[in-house]
């Protein structure tokens, strides 16, 4: 019994269809809904709606006291969590002007760093599904589980952390965790020759992504793209070297940039990305100094009225924290300045014309977080 | 622009929860349904319906190390072709219509688990003037098993899911098995 | 430690500034503590010559963002440049309840998502955007929840027991 | 009525007869038993055509490229092709010499002759 609806004569003869890449969709991990008009296979507009998983980050920041911020940090972008926290408590501490010991930050950076590679990890290889090769994607998660042994050791979640304090860390590591990190590096390393086999000289992959979803510097410019999606457009910017903040500058990486612009320059992008934080891991590990890993601290610390703005990078581009504080214990407001949410914005320029299978190639290269642009 | 008091707890329309019309089975006789139970216990097909950070750790159960294929557990993108709806995430305004679509579309039996304290009592995220998430998955569905965390552990969903297998069989799986150990007892 | 580069292109976009913006008061914010370069307070019209000024110098917008003052909003610009010698420069207007000012999605692209999310959370409404709609909330929600006079903020009553 | 038809050469067409009769009844149990042991749930959007979690905006009954209808047809011949390859199975039975894989082959590359034409024609290049 096929339900025939009515069908006015006006939906016949126009061959635009609008399409719901909707918020339940394998390949838009999570829930961010693509509404697409297309033509046939060839995608005409593309208009992401958002909002889906807002949770109202920003609000709960305006009553509550500056610690209680902390947890909401970290499940703003789950993937690069221990970033996130690093971020708000660095641009609190400038603001109250704490004095962080040298121990504590070289634990922030490597905390970081190794958070950085389990984000990307688990970006590239979700993108590469998305590609339809599920190997990796097994082989991705398996290197991920052990950064998260590794980070659970000493932060004691997996995913959503609160592991910095204002003025410090809260726990210290250990020879173990060292060793563990090493263990680690060395391990990835090896398995860089997999990934490379399996997916940069996949001839299927390079025909899916070779040419698709430029985005050329302008655009990028216009939109404010952050991240290895500018990178993969041939402008060098990282907050790490362009801004450098806590002690990056005493780390000796270089900033992987791709000319072409397309998907593929993204990957490369991303994977070389990884490389240089395993680089900065190790000279941290080498360099780790003695000493406390938390400054005395007030229990409820009041920053001078006045606003900050704070950037720093995370696993998706550029993220900033912009606050204003009128003295007391509550902020007055705290804007959170997301990758992923101008990112995405750029879709809307670069996918009319494509088809529908380069739609969520793109998508999956830009690497999106959904809560993070719903915040 | 006057203080607007945004009640607490969202409801929906006026049903509490999303009533499932559901009609029993014709030829419903015991044994019959628990033959059957047991074979829809071995594959239970969860949707892929990750919203927030519990959909990384779904994916992670999914995954390597924590398995769920050996429990016959295989994601399906589709309610069309799925069982169960865990529902993995904070639940907002914009998206409660969205789950009671793709709720009514899942055919035959189906389960629901709310993993993570979003989904169970909207976790860290609930609080006296929220105005964008509905406190909890049972407000619009009728949730079989909760499994806390924020978000839980893969093994807190493996253990969430054999609860449901449990719950499924209604025990009945160890209920033999706990005669047959009775029955030994008494003959020794 | 500004780099001479910095320092340059700062002298650069001062003198350019106070030629363009007789009426806005340009401070050089000291960046150890404010994280800006450069601060630009003027009224409503100097926005779109600022935004034009700055995509000529190819700096790219960061955000835009509001902040609900009790008598006012302050509707806040940052500006930064992607390349070598970093410099980043916070615009900020202070507008009445109910202005609506000028959407600079014109020359900034990007800023249309912007300025939808300050729309969503504040309700202030842009002239000029190719689309105004709600981003975030649902659309049919009749509330601007970052007011301070929506739902329960330190305005609208002592939040003491946070405080414990 | 059996010996009849032996007759009469009606006898291998018996076979499909079989065949056919068994797999309806196949296909009618299954549905049947499956409306009758399995519990129903009809929400009212149960009947809606599933697109990721929102209503569909049109109906998708409408005008589409002809490009959909070519790589159709160029199916159909990769099918047929396939189909005639069922037979192939009998003559290997009696003596799988090298001559029955020549045939084999040269069957196959006459059959793909259709498919090569169309790429010429440029039939995969969407437009």
């Given at each position: 019994m096929?339900?025939?609806?009515t ?7 126009e061959?635009?269809?609008?399409l719901?890449?909707?918020p339940?969709h394998?390949?838009t991990?999570g ?5 697409l008009?297309?033509d ?9 709606i958002?909002g ?7 609000k709960?920041a ?7 911020f902390l947890p909401n940090t970290?499940?703003?972008?789950y993937?690069?969590g ?6 708000y408590c ?5 603001m109250c002007g ?5 121990r504590a930050?070289?634990i922030?950076v490597?905390?970081?760093e190794?958070n950085?590679?389990s ?8 993108f ?16 991920r589980?052990h ?11 997996r995913l ?14 250990d020879q173990?965790?060292?060793d ?10 090896g398995r860089f ?13 390079i ?5 698709v979803?430029i985005?050329?510097e302008e ?6 793209v952050t991240?290895?999606?500018?990178r993969g457009?041939?402008v060098?910017?990282d907050?790490?070297?362009n801004?450098?903040?806590s002690?990056y500058?005493?780390f000796?990486f270089?900033?992987?940039?791709r000319?072409e612009?397309?998907?593929m320059?993204?990957?490369?992008v991303?994977?070389a990305?990884m490389?240089q934080?395993?680089?900065?891991i190790?000279q941290?590990?080498?360099g780790?100094?003695?000493g ?9 610390i009041d ?6 703005y704070?950037?720093f990078e995370?696993a998706?581009?550029a993220v900033?924290y912009y606050?204003?504080?009128?003295g007391t214990?509550?902020p007055y407001r705290?804007?959170v ?7 995405l914005?750029?879709?809307?320029r670069i996918l ?6 380069d ?5 999956g ?8 642009i719903?915040r | 622009m ?5 009640s607490?707890?969202y409801v929906?329309?006026?049903e509490r929860?999303?009533?499932?019309k559901?009609?029993?089975a014709i030829?419903?006789f015991a044994v019959?349904q628990d033959l059957l139970?047991l074979?829809?216990?071995n ?6 319906f990750?919203?927030?950070c519990?959909s990384?750790e779904m ?9 769920l294929d050996?429990f016959?557990?295989?994601f ?7 069982d169960v709806?865990i529902?993995a995430?904070t639940?907002s305004h914009?998206?409660?219509?969205t789950?009671?679509?793709l709720?009514?579309q899942?055919?035959?039996p ?13 976790g860290p995220?609930?609080y ?6 509905v ?5 619009i569905?009728?949730?079989d098993?909760y499994v806390p965390?924020c978000?839980?552990?893969?093994e807190g969903?493996?253990q969430?899911?054999l609860?449901?297998q449990?719950?499924i069989?209604k025990g009945?799986?160890d209920?033999n098995r ?9 003959k020794k | 430690?500004p780099?001479?580069?910095q320092k340059k ?7 350019s500034?106070?030629?363009a913006?007789?009426e806005?008061r340009?401070?050089s914010?000291d960046?150890?503590r404010t994280?800006c370069?450069?601060?630009v307070r003027?009224?409503?019209?100097g ?8 995509k ?5 917008l960061?955000t835009?963002?509001?902040v609900?003052?009790?008598?006012s909003f302050?509707?806040?610009y940052l500006?930064?440049?992607?390349y070598q010698?970093f410099?980043?420069v916070?615009?900020r ?8 000012p000028?959407?600079?999605?014109s020359i900034?692209?990007g800023?249309c998502?912007?300025e939808?999310e300050?729309y969503d959370?504040f309700?202030?409404r842009?002239?000029?955007?190719p689309d105004?709609r709600?981003?975030?909330n ?12 929506f739902?329960k903020t330190k305005?609208t009553?002592e939040i ?5 | 009525?059996?010996s009849r038809?032996?007759?009469?050469g009606?006898?291998d067409f018996?076979?499909?007869?079989i ?5 309806i009844a196949l296909?009618?149990?299954m549905?049947?038993f ?6 129903s749930?009809?929400?009212e959007k149960r ?7 929102m209503?569909?905006i049109k109906?998708a009954w409408?005008?589409f490229g002809?490009s959909y ?7 159909l011949a990769f099918?047929v092709?396939?189909?005639?390859l069922?037979?192939v199975?009998?003559?290997y039975?009696?003596?799988?010499g090298?001559s029955?894989l020549i ?9 793909s002759?259709?498919?090569v034409?169309?790429?010429r024609?440029g039939v995969f290049i969407?437009?």
């Amino acid at each position: 019994m096929l339900n025939i609806k009515t069908i006015d004569d006006t939906s016949i003869n126009e061959r635009v269809y609008q399409l719901n890449l909707g918020p339940q969709h394998p390949s838009t991990h999570g829930v961010l809904h693509l509404l697409l008009k297309l033509d046939g296979e060839v995608v005409i507009s593309a208009d992401p709606i958002v909002g889906y998983s807002h949770r109202g980050h920003e609000k709960m920041a305006e009553n509550r006291i500056w610690e209680q911020f902390l947890p909401n940090t970290s499940r703003i972008d789950y993937l690069s969590g221990l970033i996130y926290n690093q971020g708000y408590c660095m641009a609190v501490e400038k603001m109250c002007g704490i004095e962080v010991p040298e121990r504590a930050e070289y634990i922030r950076v490597i905390t970081s760093e190794l958070n950085r590679i389990s984000s990307h990890l688990l970006g590239i290889m979700a993108f590469v599904m998305d590609i339809g090769a599920f190997t990796p994607f097994l082989y991705g998660w398996d290197d991920r589980e052990h950064v998260l042994d590794i980070l659970e050791r000493v932060t004691g979640s997996r995913l959503t952390y609160c592991y910095n304090r204002f003025g410090g860390v809260r726990n210290d590591i250990d020879q173990e965790f060292c060793d563990g990190t090493r263990r680690f590096i060395d391990r990835l390393r090896g398995r860089f020759k997999d990934y490379h086999n399996l997916i940069t000289e996949n001839i299927i992959f390079i025909k899916r992504t070779r040419g698709v979803g430029i985005i050329p510097e302008e655009t990028a410019l216009e939109f404010g793209v952050t991240g290895p999606s500018l990178r993969g457009s041939g402008v060098a910017y990282d907050v790490r070297k362009n801004e450098p903040y806590s002690v990056y500058p005493g780390f000796k990486f270089e900033i992987p940039v791709r000319k072409e612009g397309d998907v593929m320059a993204r990957y490369q992008v991303r994977m070389a990305e990884m490389e240089q934080s395993m680089k900065i891991i190790e000279q941290a590990l080498d360099g780790l100094p003695q000493g406390p890993i938390r400054a005395r601290v007030p229990r409820f610390i009041d920053p001078p009225a006045g606003d900050c703005y704070f950037a720093f990078e995370s696993a998706r581009g550029a993220v900033g924290y912009y606050i204003v504080s009128d003295g007391t214990r509550i902020p007055y407001r705290i804007k959170v300045r997301t990758p992923s949410f101008s990112n995405l914005f750029v879709l809307t320029r670069i996918l009319p014309g494509n088809f529908i299978a380069d739609t969520i190639a793109t998508l999956g290269s830009i690497d999106v977080v959904v809560p993070e642009i719903d915040r | 622009m006057a203080v607007k008091e945004c009640s607490p707890v969202y409801v929906p329309h006026a049903e509490r929860s999303l009533e499932t019309k559901g009609s029993p089975a014709i030829l419903g006789f015991a044994v019959l349904q628990d033959l059957l139970n047991l074979a829809r216990v071995n594959s239970l097909w969860p949707m892929t319906f990750g919203i927030a950070c519990c959909s990384i750790e779904m994916m992670a159960a999914g995954m390597a190390r924590f398995d769920l294929d050996r429990f016959g557990i295989i994601f399906r993108s589709t309610p069309r072709q799925s069982d169960v709806m865990i529902v993995a995430g904070t639940i907002s305004h914009k998206f409660v219509p969205t789950i009671k679509t793709l709720w009514e579309q899942m055919p035959g039996p189906k389960w629901v688990i709310a993993m993570g304290n979003c989904a169970i009592s909207g976790g860290p995220f609930a609080y006296e003037g929220q105005y964008a998430i509905v406190n909890g998955a049972d407000k619009i569905l009728p949730v079989d098993i909760y499994v806390p965390g924020c978000p839980p552990r893969p093994e807190g969903l493996i253990q969430g899911l054999l609860q449901l297998q449990k719950k499924i069989t209604k025990g009945t799986i160890d209920a033999n098995r706990r005669a047959e150990k009775a029955a030994r007892r008494a003959k020794k | 430690m500004p780099t001479e580069g910095q320092k340059k292109l700062l002298e650069e976009l001062k003198n350019s500034f106070t030629r363009a913006l007789p009426e806005g008061r340009i401070t050089s914010g000291d960046y150890a503590r404010t994280g800006c370069h450069l601060e630009v307070r003027m009224s409503d019209a100097g926005m779109r010559r600022i935004a034009r000024e700055m995509k000529e110098r190819r700096f790219h917008l960061e955000t835009i963002t509001a902040v609900d003052f009790p008598d006012s909003f302050e509707l806040v610009y940052l500006y930064s440049t992607y390349y070598q010698d970093f410099c980043r420069v916070i615009a900020r207007i202070l507008i009445s309840k109910e202005a609506s000012p000028v959407s600079v999605s014109s020359i900034y692209p990007g800023a249309c998502w912007l300025e939808r999310e300050i729309y969503d959370f504040f309700g202030i409404r842009f002239t000029e955007h190719p689309d105004l709609r709600r981003i975030l909330n649902p659309d049919n929600a009749d509330y601007f929840p970052l007011l301070k006079t929506f739902g329960k903020t330190k305005l609208t009553e002592e939040i003491d027991d946070i405080l414990c | 009525m059996f010996s009849r038809m032996l007759e009469s050469g009606l006898y291998d067409f018996f076979f499909v007869f079989i065949f056919f009769i068994i797999s309806i009844a196949l296909s009618l149990i299954m549905v049947t038993f499956n409306a009758l042991i399995g519990p129903s749930f009809m929400g009212e959007k149960r009947t809606d055509t599933y697109e990721s979690g929102m209503a569909p905006i049109k109906t998708a009954w409408m005008q589409f490229g002809a490009s959909y209808y070519l790589f159709a047809l160029i199916f159909l011949a990769f099918d047929v092709d396939v189909l005639y390859l069922f037979p192939v199975l009998l003559i290997y039975q009696r003596g799988a010499g090298f001559s029955e894989l020549i045939e084999l082959i040269l069957f196959l590359f006459l059959i793909s002759l259709a498919v090569v034409y169309a790429w010429r024609k440029g039939v995969f290049i969407w437009r």
